[in-house]
Structure formats: C-alpha cells, structure tokens
C-alpha cells in the first residue's frame, strides 16, 4: 500500500463530510454524525500537534488575521449572547470545522488537495445521480424520509431527504437533500476540474466526462443563485486572464469593462428575475427570501450594535430562533443571507470584521490569479462562488463553504506575482512543492 495513503483517505473523507453534512444525518441520524465528526476533529487536532511549526507560522502570519479576528469577535460574542452557552457551542463547532480545513493544508500538496476535492465532489455527485434514480424507481411512494427522524406522513416537501423527482422533470435533491447545494457542488465540481486542466493534473479521458456529469447536475438542480454565481466566476476569471496580457492603461480599462459586465449580469438577472425564476420553479419572492429577510432584518433593528450573539446556524429550540420563520410548514433555521445573518448575531463589530475578511480575501486572490502559475486562478473562482452564494444562503458560516473560506484565507498570500521574502506561496507552488510553509 502507498505510504501516507491515510492523508489521501482522511482528506476525502473530511471533504465529503464537511460538504455532505445533511445528507450524511439523514443517513447516520445526528449520532453516527457527532461520531464521525469526532473523529475527523481528533484526526485533525493529532495532525495540527504533529506539524506544529508550520501550523504556528500558518496562523500567526498576516494572511491569516483577518479570519482570526473575525472568530475572535464571534467568540467574544459570548459576553453579550442572548443564549451564552449556545454561542460557545457555536464558536466551537466553527473554529473545530476550521482546525479540520487548515490540517488538510498541512498534509497535502496543493495539486493533490485540489485533485482529492475533484473526485470528492464527482464521486458526491454520481452518487447523488444513482441515488435519485433508486428512490424515483424503487422507493415505495417514490420519496424518502431521514432514515432516523420521524417527521409523520404529512411532513412538507422540504423535510424529504429525496422527492423521487429524477423521471418527472422536477428539482432533484441529490444526496445532500438539497438542489441548491447539491448545483452549487456542480459548480465546484467545473471550476476544479477546470484548474485540475489547466495545470495538466488530470487525462481528458477522465476531465470529459466530469464536466458532463458537472452539467447534467446543474441542469437537473436548476438554482438561479448558482447559475448567477457560475457567470460571476467566468467574468472573473476572463479578467484575471485579461490581466495577464494587459499592462498600465489596458488593464484599467480591463477593469472598466469587468465592472460594466458584471454590473449588466447583476441587472440583467434582476430585470429577468420573473421569467428566470418562473423557468427555474420559483416564485417572485425568491422562494420566501424577502419575507425572511424582512423578520431577520426587524431583529438586526432591535440589537443592531452588537447583535444577539453568535450561532451560526439557528438552534430551534433557543429564542429568538424558535419559530422565527415559519413557512408551509417548514421551520427555516439559517437567514438565507450570510452577510444578513452575521449582522443578526455579531452586529457591526462581526460585520466590519467579515468585510475585511472579504476584501483581504478578494485583494489578495485577484494579485495571486495575475500570475500564470499552475492554480492561481483558483482562489479567485472559488472566492467568487462562495461570496455569490452567500446572498442567497448562509452555508459560508458552516460546514464545508465555511472551511473552504478558512483554507483560502490563510492560504492566500498577499502578494501574487512575486512572494516576499522568506514565504512561499501557500496556493499556488510549484510541482512537488508542499502546501504549507517551508521550514526556515
């Protein structure tokens, strides 16, 4: 057997489970859940102990403050949480979740770690294919409950782990029981593929069939907040190309015409929000977003300094959560705006701390994707994914988006083209060059 084939087993399976989490309760019920969790978390902390230097070099350099500052203020949010016990809970499970994000980068080389997140997420996604195909055919009703919780013959829609939808036209849900994420997945799936081309990583015998299957999921889930996402990332990364080529003048007026362009995609998908929505099965409401951000916007007005205190997502048995957002039946449990929901429960301190977490990140994605090595582009399609997606979905604050936000930020260097002095690029190295810091 290869040695450190456990580093390859661990970082798949921490991959899988940070972007599967409700698929795998469906399946595990919370308990095999907590279990596997666990055991990544241990995992995680045994490898931090082993690389201690570079996990100490890693978090202590001027990339990684911002995202630390920020989790500072969500745990110091403690101090005047309407609920201090759940937000220290909550500021556990997400500093666990980022300790679990940055072991993957201790161990992997950056070319292997993006090639393991790429049979992650198609292996994610041929499952989730044959699993629509095995509840639409052969699942009495043709839909599927949790395995462990007992919802009642009258749960919604919602609550259904899968609907059987695969060979009637509708959404499918995929084994994360949900078209959004499991749309967004595909849209991971073509930006990681696409850069695993690029740096010649992967056969096209094999990269072919990956984008088929990355567009037949997008196809079948239909989210409009993905396929807005998935234009953003290309005007982002035809600019970063642009700005290769271009110098002085040229990549100003690059930058002119990258800002009109997008401006035209944010308005064009407003002003054809109806029919767009209508195609894709929603309503003009955005599927019950206004409503939700008017309730959580009349909380923000009643703590607006320094908000409720942090949760990440909602706890339905904890007030002000419990029946906040009640619809069809369905308790909602996350604010559908990550930048809204930061706001809600770390105030203006959380808020100017997130906005710099977002601006470093950008700044420093867009100096590293101007320079033509293998990935560059990487950081700078996957910040963009993630930001659109949070204006529709408060995923960036757990789980696996909220990992992958840690990873970039610490990852990241400042300077793109030309590393300082004594580091080394963190996302972008050459071949064979670990991804982590060098011993100095």
Known sequence: MRRGWWKDAYAFVALFSLWDGDGLRDALS??????????LLITGIVVVVRHRRHFLALVTRLDSWPILAFMAVCLISTLWSAYPLMSLLGSFIQISTALVGISLLLIQRVGRLVAIAGWMVHVH??????????????????????????????????????QGLLFTGGRIQGIVANANLTCFLALLGLILIGCLVAARRVRMALAIPAIVLDLLM???????????????????????IGFRRFRGRGRIVLAAVGAVVIAIIGFGSSRASAPLLGALGKGDDLTGRLEIWRIVGEHV??????????????APWVSPFN????????????????YLDIAFQVGIPGLLAFVVVVGSLVYRSLRLAIAPRPFALLPLLLTTALLTQALAESRLLIEGNWAALVM?????????????????????????EPARLARR
């Open 30 to 39: 919370w308990w095999g859940f907590g279990a596997l969790s666990l055991l």
């Open 125 to 162: 996604l041929a499952l989730s294919l044959v699993f629509e195909a095995v509840v639409a055919l052969f699942v009495p009703g043709h839909h599927l409950l949790p395995l462990w919780t007992d919802y009642g013959s009258n749960a919604p829609g919602a609550y259904y782990w899968s």
């Open 218 to 240: 997008i196809a079948l889930t239909r989210s409009a907040t993905v396929l807005i996402a998935a234009f953003l990332v290309v005007a982002a990364g035809l600019v970063a």
């Open 301 to 314: 007005a009643e703590r607006p300094v320094l908000g409720w205190g942090w949760i990440s997502y909602w």
């Open 323 to 338: 029946q906040l957002v009640v619809r069809d039946g369905v308790q909602y449990l996350q604010a559908h705006n990550a």
């Open 408 to 432: 970039l930020s610490v990852a990241v260097p400042w300077v793109g083209s030309g590393a300082r002095p004594g580091a080394r690029s963190l996302v972008a190295p050459e071949d064979g």
